[in-house]
């Protein structure tokens, strides 16, 4: 059990920051709520209840690009990769080959997808 002391007091210390940092920002915040405020952020494009009909120099009429979102997913897939990469530079010596070779199967496993990605314009912002 006193191996999971430090453990807990630090969970318990990020608990009270998260819980203390949003009880503070309620008590001493701005609560001076108006229209736009309220309303949905949607990347600076202005939401409309309906599509509008219009020409090419129309925006509302136009679909709103989904790259934005793909390269998002992407950051966190590949962020992800590097939160596995660590714990295993780590224990680098203590895990010998079968570790070496499931990194490495990891690591062409995402080297797949990234390949793919990258064939298909995914990476490209034209």
């Known amino acids: 059990m006193n191996n999971e002391i430090p453990t807990l ?3 318990a210390i ?6 203390g940092t949003i009880l503070m920002a309620a008590l001493i915040g701005p609560k001076r709520a108006n229209r ?5 952020y949607e990347c600076g494009i202005e939401p409309t209840p309906h599509a509008v009909a219009g020409g090419p120099g129309n925006a509302a009429g136009q679909r709103f690009p989904v790259k934005y979102y793909l390269t ?5 897939i590949f962020d992800i990769e ?11 010596d203590a895990l ?14 995402v080297s797949v997808a990234y390949a793919y990605e990258w064939r298909r314009g995914g990476l490209s912002w034209d």
């Open 9 to 11: 007091v630090l969970g």
């Open 14 to 19: 990020a608990a009270a920051f998260a819980v």
């Open 36 to 40: 736009a405020k309220l309303e949905a």
């Open 72 to 76: 998002a997913m992407l950051f966190i």
């Open 82 to 92: 590097i939160v596995f990469l660590y714990p295993w530079a780590v224990h680098f």
């Open 96 to 109: 010998g080959v079968f570790g070496l070779v499931a990194m490495a199967l990891f690591v062409v496993n």
